[in-house]
C-alpha cells in the first residue's frame, strides 16, 4: 500500500476520494503539522512507498509551469549556531531523494516577495513550500521511499496569493494527470 499525501485538502480536489492501492493524508500546512501528521500515519500502518503531491511557488525563472519531481529539500528558514542560514544545528542540511536538480526550500512562511526569493536562490532554492523537508525527514526515520511531485502554482513574488482557489485546482489537476499517468490509477 503506498501514501499519498498533501498539506491541504484543496491540493486534492483533482483526486477522488478513494484511490486504488493509496491510503490518504491531509496533514495541514507547515513543518510541524506535516511532521505529526506523517509521523502518526506511519506509526499506525505500513507503507510501501510515500507519494507527496501539492503546490510550491518557484523562484527559479527556469523552472516551467506544471509537475516537478523534487530531488533534494532544505530548511531555508533555520540558522546554525555559526550563524549560517539554511542549516539546522542538529538536522541534515538538505536530504537528497533522487538524482537531479530540482531542490525545494522548505520553511513555516509563505513566501511572496522579491527579496525572499534572492534570498533563499542564494541558498539553492528552485522550489519554495511549507512541508517537503518535514515530509522527507520523516520518511527517512522510518525507512519509507518518499516521491514528492509539486505544481507550480506562482512564482512566490509581489501577489502570488492572489488567485488562489483557481491555481490550487488547476494544480490538483496537473498532479492527478500525472499520477494517473505513473501509477496507472
Not at 37 to 64: F, N
Not at 165 to 174: F, G, N, P
Request: with cysteine.
Amino acid at each position: 500500500m503506498k501514501l499519498l499525501v498533501a498539506a491541504l485538502e484543496s491540493e486534492l480536489i483533482a483526486f477522488p476520494a478513494r484511490l486504488p492501492g493509496f491510503d490518504r493524508l491531509v496533514t495541514g500546512p507547515g513543518k510541524l503539522k506535516a511532521t505529526y501528521a506523517l509521523t502518526r500515519a506511519l506509526d499506525a500502518g505500513t507503507y510501501d512507498e510515500i507519494l507527496v503531491v501539492g503546490t510550491a511557488g518557484a523562484l527559479d525563472e527556469t523552472i516551467e509551469s506544471g509537475v516537478h519531481e523534487v530531488h533534494w529539500t532544505f530548511q531555508h528558514d533555520v540558522i546554525n549556531e555559526s550563524g549560517v542560514r539554511g542549516e539546522h544545528v542538529s538536522m541534515p542540511q538538505r536530504i537528497a531523494l533522487g538524482d537531479g536538480d530540482v531542490s525545494i526550500a522548505t520553511g513555516d512562511s509563505f513566501i511572496d516577495d522579491a527579496d525572499a526569493v534572492q534570498l533563499i536562490r542564494t541558498l539553492g532554492g528552485r522550489l519554495v513550500d511549507m512541508e517537503s523537508y518535514a515530509y522527507a525527514w520523516v520518511a527517512a526515520q522510518f525507512g519509507v521511499p518518499i516521491r514528492i511531485w509539486k505544481a507550480v502554482s506562482d512564482t512566490a513574488q509581489d501577489g502570488a496569493n492572489l488567485t488562489w482557489e483557481e491555481t490550487v485546482t488547476a494544480c490538483s489537476h496537473e498532479l492527478r494527470d500525472r499520477v494517473r499517468e505513473v501509477y496507472s490509477v
